[in-house]
């Protein structure tokens, strides 16, 4: 076990001398890979519940890997997980898919995932895996699997960037230590929709910006805040109740740029006195879709101060955050395509459209995917449709050459 572990780590060192590692040289450090399932291709069929129409189109079995590696928080080394998804006979040639989750709680990292737990999004990989005999590498996000005591930085996009990148790294490692796996390339697919839409712009930014040894091949983006700026101050001139689960993700991102953005406001001069004490007494214990008995109408829930200061642009360092976390003014300089419904009342759907229209005015290669607001799509209905999209737009486009 010993000689595996340092083998593991000399692999991580050599991949950690090309560009994108950062100050650490750990981050992409794989640490361990345990095969938890197989899969024929008659047990992948019998799981595409989601995507029944594309069965015909399955070709291989998958192999399921629970993996451990390292990633940056805050500057410092930190373990988390994720999975390997490989089916067999991969080609060298084939680009890897890293798909990134949407929103969940701790219990629901993809690793906790095996082949009697199936969720639309796994079986999405799973599918992707058996059709187009590709790798998908799925990063739990900081925060889950096994690093869920850490609070995960939600729409943050350093580290959601960062972790994604790594998982990259981590199976270049696996490929070197593992006798008669393929090297892995450097073509990549990214996908992802909600928090996975975002955290897809987020790695598609730190792979151009920092791992210049990586081509991004296609992004499909669903759905995800990467507006944030104006995104936050759209929820604060809402005037009525929001859901429940809204609301409590707003405040998860708030939480999130109070702990790893060093935000300095006070809790109590952002909420209401009512709230506060509510929040207060729960220890400001914000993250993971926390809910309480609180007002879900931002007019009644946020401090009056609070909120004119954001809306005015008075508050610089909470306007500096934003700035620093959205991704609407990222130039994409490889393929981007942008989906989102007009109905969506969780994550408004000019996240997308500010965010496109900023990107084809530099000229960048993006498109934009809108279901009208009359079909009425709300954003958990729309992610099928997405994901079905996604999987037909590989296989018209012939994205892997096939």
Request: net charge negative; charged share 20%.
């Amino acid at each position: 076990m010993k000689k595996y572990l340092l083998l593991i780590a000399v692999l991580a060192a050599i991949t950690a001398c090309s560009e994108g590692k950062g100050e650490s040289e750990q981050a992409g450090t794989l640490t361990n890979a345990t095969l938890v399932a197989s899969m024929d291709t008659e047990q992948v069929k019998s799981v595409m519940t989601d995507y029944a129409n594309f069965r015909p189109l399955v070709q291989a079995g998958i192999n399921i890997y629970r993996v451990e590696y390292k990633t940056m928080l805050d500057g410092k080394d930190i373990d988390v997980s994720g999975l390997f998804v490989i089916p067999d006979g991969l080609s060298a040639q084939t680009p890897i898919i890293v798909y990134n989750h949407w929103t969940m709680q701790k219990d629901e990292a993809p690793s906790f995932c095996n082949d009697s737990q199936y969720y639309t999004d796994i079986g999405l990989c799973y599918s992707l895996a058996a059709i187009f005999r590709c790798v998908i590498l799925i990063p739990d996000y900081i925060g889950h699997g096994i690093s869920s005591d850490t609070m995960h930085p939600y729409v943050h996009a350093e580290t959601l960037g960062q972790a994604s990148l790594d998982i990259i790294r981590a199976y270049a490692g696996y490929t070197g230590m593992t006798a008669g796996a393929p090297p892995a390339n450097n073509n990549v697919v990214i996908l992802g929709y909600s928090e996975g839409g975002y955290s897809s712009v987020a790695l598609h930014k730190k792979i151009q910006e920092t791992a210049k040894d990586l081509n991004v091949v296609k992004t499909y983006a669903g759905a995800g805040p990467y507006d944030i700026e104006n995104f936050v101050k759209e929820v604060m001139r809402q005037d009525m109740d929001l859901s429940a689960n809204s609301i409590s993700s707003y405040l998860w991102v708030l939480a999130t740029y109070v702990e790893y953005s060093g935000y300095t406001r006070e809790y109590a001069k952002m909420f209401s006195a009512a709230d506060n004490e509510i929040l207060k007494s729960n220890n400001y214990s914000l993250g993971y879709l926390a809910k309480y008995p609180i007002n879900q109408n931002p007019q009644n829930l946020f401090h009056k101060d609070f909120m004119d200061d954001v809306l005015n642009d008075r508050d610089e360092e909470f306007g500096g955050i934003l700035k620093d976390n959205s991704l609407a003014h990222f130039v994409p300089s490889d393929s981007l395509i942008l989906f989102h419904s007009e109905a969506d009342s969780w994550v408004y759907v000019s996240n997308t459209v500010n965010t496109y229209n900023n990107m084809k005015r530099e000229n960048a290669p993006v498109r934009c995917e809108i279901i009208p607001a009359g079909e009425n799509k709300d954003h958990a209905e729309a992610a099928i449709i997405f994901f079905r999209s996604v999987v037909m737009n590989m296989f018209i486009t012939h994205t892997f050459g096939l």
